[in-house]
């Protein structure tokens, strides 16, 4: 029996022994003794710092990716306030600035990827009105500055330099106050300007004048002073095109070279061919001194249309009513009914003292169509910047706007006319403030 009772026991120990190594991953519990008390459970082991950050709210997430964000978006700007453009250049960097301040009182631009709202900050470069210094103004904010994206200057000129400078640092481009068609047509990708351009001009000129004249009081016989530059030559062929087309004939096509002082002889030609259409694109001061002229040699077509010159402040200041009669085409004007024009016009009567200037609120949309395109893109990433851009379909001061594939922007030709020292919207008709005044008056009856 004492032997039977230990071959038993020596199964029992092997059978515990063979159940602590077996292949059950759980043995069924075996309850305690009532008599015994049980051992206190292992303490839970402390956390580690993977375990802590793994178990940190969704909120806290989101706030690390905020953290990420830059502390600004940074825009480039290279824009003439010195020169013979700064004039122009001033109601640019204007805009702009309205533009970014009101943006970044609402907070600034949501950007996705960081899921925050970012503030815009502008960084501008003063280019002397100079081709060159434009290039490299261009350059050094593209390396020393980070930017997302370029807002242009004033003046075709500049404008054409510095668009052959974005498209090599694949950088998105918005131009404004730059009609020069040409340069749109050499295949850029990353150039933008919701402006209008010269085939809008020239054909605008002559839609106009056959809506608003009957037939036989129209001024048929048309004198074009070209400037003897690309946009100068592009315009002023555009303009004879056009002009032929709708039944008009031009007299007198003479060429000049910007900085010209005396107009004299151009003028007489066109005063002796019985000019009643005068068609130019002056740089400011070769505008008012042709305007100038005009008046002391006791010249006063029927009809005068001038690009760019008049569509600084300083026309008024300098002819006063003398300067008045002539139509001007900036691409915009403080009357018209487009979401936003009303509070831009009353920042603009704080800061200046009067509605927001005719290049004012063509710079305004630039920044409004950039900062939009950055929200669509939900991205810092320059080439989705672009992208979006191309696919902008938004409501600005400046209108309803979108993009054609070249990049030229889908805009209305707005014409303004001088009228008691002040530009006054002449069309389109819907937007007319005043009628259009015809013939102009002597300028000795001014």
Known sequence: MKQ????????????????????????????????????????????????????????????????????????????????????????????????????NANGGVYVKEYDAQIPLHLNLLDDESDPSKTVSHMETLYSDSDIVAYLGGYGSSLHAAAAAIAEKNQVPYLGVAFALWQVHQQGYKYLFSPFIKSPDIAAGTFEFLNATLPEGER???????????????????????????????????EEYAPGTQDFTDLILKAKEADVELLLALPIPPDGLTIYKQLGELDY????????????VPTWSESLGVAGDDVMLAPGWHNSV????????????????????????GPAYTAVQILANAIEQAGSLDRAAIRDAIAATDLDTVAGHITFNEDGTGKVPFVLLQYQSGKPELIWPKEFAKVDFIYPAPPFSER
């Open 4 to 103: 039977r009772g230990l071959s038993i026991g020596v199964i029992l120990v092997m059978l515990l022994l063979m159940a602590g190594c077996g292949g059950q991953s759980t043995p069924a519990p075996t309850a305690a003794p009532a008599d015994t008390e049980a051992e206190p459970a292992e303490a839970a082991a402390e956390p580690t710092e993977e375990m802590a950050e793994a178990a940190e709210p969704a909120e806290d997430t989101e706030a690390a990716v905020a953290s990420d964000a830059p502390a600004a978006i940074e825009i480039g700007a290279v824009v003439p306030l010195t020169g013979p453009f700064a004039g122009g250049g001033a109601q640019v960097e204007r805009g702009y600035n309205m533009a970014v301040e009101a943006i």
């Open 219 to 253: 001024p048929t016989r048309v004198g074009i002073f070209q400037e003897q530059t690309d946009w100068g030559i592009e315009l002023g062929q555009l303009w004879r095109e056009n002009a032929e087309a709708n039944g008009y004939e031009v007299v007198v096509y």
């Open 300 to 311: 006063t077509p029927k009809a005068s249309f001038f690009v760019r010159a008049p569509d």
């Open 337 to 360: 009914q487009f979401p936003g024009v009303e509070e831009l016009n009353a920042k603009h009567q704080e800061l200046m003292g009067r509605p927001a200037d005719p290049i004012v």
